[in-house]
């Protein structure tokens, strides 16, 4: 229950905080310094408190593997992609991410099938997450850019599988092992992209230098995601993916928006509409569903 609190509410807030923080820093080097400094203090804290043995070549593989489609295809893909996309159909788009891996977990070999509540609920949260954004954000100001899109899908797809291969023979036996690895490799990885994008420069070194405008929330907001969104909540998340079904680790991509509109009217002043509360009971409706369907299934 605490591991669920944390993806929950912990992964909801980050949303803002990445907001502010991407007004700082470009994005993918947002989430090379977020993971590989996360990925480093964790692999110190567990080679001091646990000293386990040094990781072979078939466990980094796996990292290399998990972290890329994790890190570089699901995380900065569908940041890459909102460039181009209204910020609602990302949103309904990566809410997908619970169908994906519903479907693999079906589709794999002695894979479960979904049962009707489940798959009801998931058909109610993505209605749920539709009505969260509402329709003017779904339709944006023009046409919605299909390469764009087809990221955001791509995206989610990629995650939804390195989600899934965390469960793989070649990880790690400690969850917080796995996390640290698959946080170092993914943070290499979006560090080699953000160089090839051109994120690291001196625009970005004065826009980080101490009194700059917005350099002390964008320090503030980095913190933010390497403490809480990294070091507790991509450790809680592995975690679960390990110790409950993946549908029901798939409920935090319905449930991470309400909170962060909820936080966005608590804490940016944005305005809270009735349609928002509706959505909202709509996808805690989802989630019971699906929990339902499992808890039978099980």
């Known amino acids: 229950m605490l591991a669920f609190a944390i993806v929950y509410v912990v992964w909801g807030s980050t949303y803002l905080a990445m907001r502010i923080a991407v007004r700082t820093v470009p994005p993918f080097l947002l989430g090379a310094m977020r993971f590989l400094v996360a990925g480093a203090l964790l692999g110190a804290w567990v080679a001091w408190r646990e000293r386990p043995g040094w990781p072979g070549a078939r466990a980094w593989g796996w990292a290399t593997v998990t972290g890329a489609l994790l890190f570089l295809g699901g995380n900065a893909g569908v940041a890459w992609a909102g460039r181009t996309v209204p910020s609602g159909v990302v949103a309904l788009l990566a ?151 993946p549908s029901k680790v798939a409920t935090y991509a319905y449930v991470n928006p309400v909170v962060a509109v909820l936080l966005g009217w608590a804490l940016g002043g944005e305005g809270l509409e009735p349609r928002v509360l509706t959505a909202s009971a709509v996808i805690v409706a989802a989630v019971a569903l699906i929990t339902v369907g499992r808890t039978r299934a099980a």
């Open 95 to 245: 809410a997908s991410l619970a169908l994906w891996m519903v479907l693999i977990d079906w589709l794999r070999p002695h894979g479960r099938r979904p049962s009707a509540p489940t798959v009801a609920g998931l058909a109610l949260g993505l209605a749920g997450v539709g009505l969260l954004v509402g329709p003017a954000e779904l339709a944006g100001s023009g046409g919605v850019d299909p390469w764009g899109s087809a990221f955001v899908l791509a995206g989610s797809f990629a995650w939804a599988v390195g989600s899934m291969l965390t469960r793989h023979p070649a990880a790690p036996a400690s969850p917080i092992v796995g996390s640290a690895m698959q946080m170092v490799a993914g943070g290499l990885l979006l560090a080699v992209v953000a160089l090839l994008h051109g994120d690291v420069g001196g625009a970005t070194a004065a826009a980080l230098a101490p009194g700059a405008p917005g350099a002390r929330a964008g320090w503030a907001s980095l913190a933010y995601l390497i403490v809480f969104g990294s070091l507790i909540g991509f450790t809680a998340y592995i975690w679960l993916m390990r110790h409950a079904a």
